[in-house]
């Protein structure tokens, strides 16, 4: 019992003094405020940032991604879908429709409103195999998909997808624009 009581002091230990070696080398403050009043954010990634476009989803941009762009939904730890621009669904009977309901308010960063029909520009570009969408054959189950109103949107399957909630989580919802790809 003494080896393994001295054993965790020396990891505890260990940790504690890896913690305050990163937060030193990444000038993190260990108050959780950095006193650096520097003006430049630095990141690094994996490669070369390829596309502002976030229907190719390449690995090198998945960090910049999720701080330019939303998804509907999100898939937390234990793999249960949380909102995001969606707040609110529901399964139709036999799984074959979902009614998302959008956060009333959410704003481009021009001001404009994010409205169901973007959320069906959006799909469509990723259901299109011309724009090169990674989540194409996730996309492409969704037979159709409408807007009754500017919050709502319904999707409608041929069958239940089991995975609808990946499909949510990965297509990053952009401002529609003319020159892309639709």
Known sequence: ????????????S???????????LTGVALGG????????VTMVQPG????????????NNWAMFQQLYDTLTFENAKLEPQPRLARSWQFGA??????LHLRPGIRYSDG???TAKDVLWNLARYKNPA??????????KVLSAKAPDA????????????NVFDLLDLMFIAKPQSDAVA
């Open 112 to 114: 404009s409103r994010l």
């Open 151 to 162: 919050n709502t949107v319904v999707l409608k399957f041929a069958k239940p997808m089991a």
């Open 131 to 140: 724009s090169g969408a990674n989540i194409l054959p996730l996309a492409q």
């Open 33 to 40: 405020v950095s006193k650096s009043t520097a003006s430049t």
């Open 14 to 24: 260990l940790l504690i003094a890896v913690v305050v070696a990163l937060a030193s």
């Open 94 to 99: 036999g799984h074959l429709t979902l009614t």
């Open 48 to 59: 070369d940032f390829t596309t502002f476009d976030p229907v190719q989803l390449p690995l």
């Open 1 to 12: 019992r003494v080896g393994f009581r001295r054993g965790l002091i020396s990891v505890r």
